[in-house]
T-cell receptor, first 115, second 112 residues
Framework: GAVVSQHPSWVICKSGTSVKIECRSLDFQATTMFWYRQFPKKSLMLMATSNEGSKATYEQGVEKDKFLINHASLTLSTLTVTSAHPEDSSFYIC???????????FGQGTRLTVV | ELKVEQNPLFLSMQEGKNYTIYCNYSTTSDRLYWYRQDPGKSLESLFVLLSNGAVKQEGRLMASLDTKARLSTLHITAAVHDLSATYFCAVEPQGGSEKLVFGKGTKLTVNP
């Protein structure tokens, strides 16, 4: 199957700093990627849809100024958590749909801990 | 708004037994997915179900889809400890948005 690589796999940062998470499609081009957030022992909640070359589409209740998404190329989307606070601590997962395939592939996830 | 209900949320079973996890969804769907998640890990794709009556099997797991009933099942046959994980179903709403709505997950524990 297609490979989606997410980096870093875990990060610890201080309150008030910003953290960037990268999501790369390694062997295919992804015009659309998705960013999810997962709280411990909970399901995945879609945060935003990342579109190559255009602005991301955010789900209701997600602060676009806090969670900056950039999709500068067909193989890379980034999520930047700005001015992070402890309540932003979570597991963030990206996914990409392969054009023409009926399947979504997920990155390894990033465990963010804000202290 | 599409809602996805999964049950049970917790399932503890003995090795060798059979059981079924259910996934109901509220509106017409294009696709339904089943994923496995191990603790601290991301999602592993198990099955993609595209049409009414679709049935797919891999090892001890078998998934089916009834689009008329808006129901998918994940059947576990002769469970083994290695199947212990959390299983999610996810539904893509009709219309090609490609967004997935996830169920709450079923935490499966298979006891020796």
């Amino acid at each position: 199957g297609a490979v989606v690589s997410q980096h870093p796999s875990w990060v610890i940062c201080k309150s008030g700093t910003s953290v960037k998470i990268e999501c790369r499609s390694l062997d295919f081009q992804a015009t659309t990627m998705f960013w999810y957030r997962q709280f411990p022992k909970k399901s995945l909640m879609l945060m935003a849809t990342s579109n190559e070359g255009s602005k991301a589409t955010y789900e209701q209740g997600v602060e676009k100024d806090k969670f900056l998404i950039n999709h500068a190329s067909l193989t890379l989307s980034t999520l930047t958590v700005t001015s992070a606070h402890p309540e932003d601590s979570s597991f963030y997962i990206c996914s990409a749909l392969v054009v023409g395939w009926a399947e979504a592939f997920f990155g390894q996830g990033t465990r963010l801990t804000v202290v | 708004e599409l809602k996805v209900e999964q049950n049970p949320l917790f399932l503890s079973m003995q090795e060798g037994k059979n059981y079924t996890i259910y996934c109901n969804y509220s509106t017409t769907s294009d696709r339904l997915y089943w994923y496995r998640q191990d603790p601290g890990k991301s999602l592993e794709s198990l099955f993609v179900l595209l049409s009414n009556g679709a049935v797919k099997q891999e090892g001890r797991l078998m998934a089916s889809l009834d689009t008329k009933a808006r129901l998918s099942t994940l059947h576990i046959t002769a469970a083994v400890h290695d199947l212990s994980a959390t299983y999610f179903c996810a539904v893509e709403p009709q219309g090609g948005s490609e967004k997935l709505v996830f169920g709450k997950g079923t935490k499966l524990t298979v006891n020796p």
